[in-house]
């Protein structure tokens, strides 16, 4: 995260103050002018303590590895620092310890909560009244997960010279028979399933899913390190015009900028969503998942909250999470387009967003006095408002 710009340019016009004050004549000299400018200095000086932001608590924010999620967080980084004065870190984590870390106030802010993968958790630390864990609302009212091919792999592409290698291809248990057609590179002969990021609940799932669905014979599933990692080997094939089969969502960029079909899955239902979660708790091998967990993953709305002890701490900050509720699922296609298509970086895409949707961040702020340090900062940071 960025830190504000102004506190090295605060320090070096006290020094110089200090400097000028050593150089000046002998106060025996100084004239009733000279007292008069004094008192315009110290007044303008006391007009710059009232406006500066107060000291604030260091905020640290859930960073699970994805695009959406690290624009989001430097959106709110903008305000939370230069509008409230709180420092900001986003250390890279999982879910899980998310989830170990939030309820204790180790960790305070997310501004993605994906409930519908972590149900159980969110049943006992974020939907109560009591909660350790505010649910301060819905920042994607339809966010959607599943498995994708391009659409090249079904149709071909005469422009690219591609010739369909699965024109019968529409469900997930279309994918039988065809693993030598999505051939692993690291094991001819096989086929290879891209099921996410380690860490996350949802590569768990893929992973059992694959063996519910009778694949893991046929398939061999492959996770990545990080969020970069697995979006290189999606775009490296995409871009090569090769056959791939993986697991994705949507906010992001990868399904707004390539042309790509989800296939088609049992659909999820409550029997289904309680034995994965079953097997997950008990952390069964993949390879004995039945066809009990053989369906989809939910699809739905997707939360932003923080640790319940910011109400008394810096209720600023959840009143902030608050008003970022409605965010919207259009707004963070635009971001995550706008950041592939000019090579930007997350906190890029967050300027990007203070430029164009200044509606709808004014409307999160109140306080004339914190909306003038944020307009102020966004300066310092580049933005062009």
């Known amino acids: 995260m960025r830190r504000p710009k102004h506190l090295w340019i605060i320090s070096s016009l006290l020094a110089l103050a200090l400097v000028a004050a050593a150089c000046g004549d002998d106060e025996t000299a100084t004239d009733d002018a000279d007292v008069e400018d004094t008192d315009d200095v110290d007044d303008d000086a006391d007009d710059g303590d009232a406006a500066a932001a107060p000291e604030g608590m260091e905020l640290v924010l859930f960073d699970g590895q994805w695009e959406s999620l690290w624009i989001l967080n430097d959106i709110f980084t903008v305000i939370a620092e230069d509008g409230y004065g709180h420092t900001v870190d986003a250390p890279t984590t999982s879910t899980a310890v998310m989830q170990e870390s939030m309820p204790t106030g180790e960790m305070h802010v997310a501004t993605e909560f ?49 010739e369909p290698v699965a024109p019968d291809l529409s469900s997930v248990e279309d994918l039988e028979g065809l693993g030598e057609e999505f051939e692993d590179p690291e094991s001819p002969g096989d086929g290879v399933f891209y099921g996410g990021i380690d860490g996350w609940e949802s590569t768990e799932i893929q992973r059992l899913k694959l063996s519910a669905y009778g694949l893991d014979d046929e398939y061999n599933f492959t996770s990545a390190g990080s969020g970069a990692a697995f979006d290189a080997a999606i775009v490296s094939a995409l871009e090569a015009g090769e056959p791939i089969v993986f697991y994705y969502w949507t906010p992001a960029w990868i399904p707004g900028v390539y042309d790509l079909v989800q296939l088609e899955e049992p659909e999820w239902n409550e029997e289904c969503q309680a034995a994965t979660d079953e097997a997950l708790a008990d952390e069964i091998d993949p390879s004995d998942a039945g066809p009990e967990l053989a369906c989809a993953q939910p699809s739905g709305e997707v939360g932003l909250g923080g640790w319940a002890g910011l109400e008394d701490e810096a209720p600023e900050v959840l009143e902030l999470l ?21 090579e930007a970086e997350p906190d890029e895409a ?6 164009e949707y200044e509606d709808m961040w004014r409307g999160w702020i109140d306080d004339d006095a914190v909306l003038q340090r944020v307009e102020d900062g966004l300066r310092e940071r580049g933005a062009d408002i």
């Open 114 to 162: 994906w409930c519908m993968n972590i149900p159980d958790w969110c049943e006992e630390e974020v939907l109560p009244d009591d909660s350790s864990v505010e649910y301060s609302g819905v920042v994607f009212e339809d966010a959607v997960q599943g498995i994708f091919v391009p659409r090249y792999v079904i149709e071909g592409d005469e422009e690219q010279g591609i």
């Open 322 to 342: 608050r008003a970022m509720d409605g965010f919207g699922i259009d707004t963070m296609n635009d971001l995550t387009a706008y950041m592939e298509l000019e």
């Open 350 to 355: 967050a300027l990007h967003f203070y430029e």
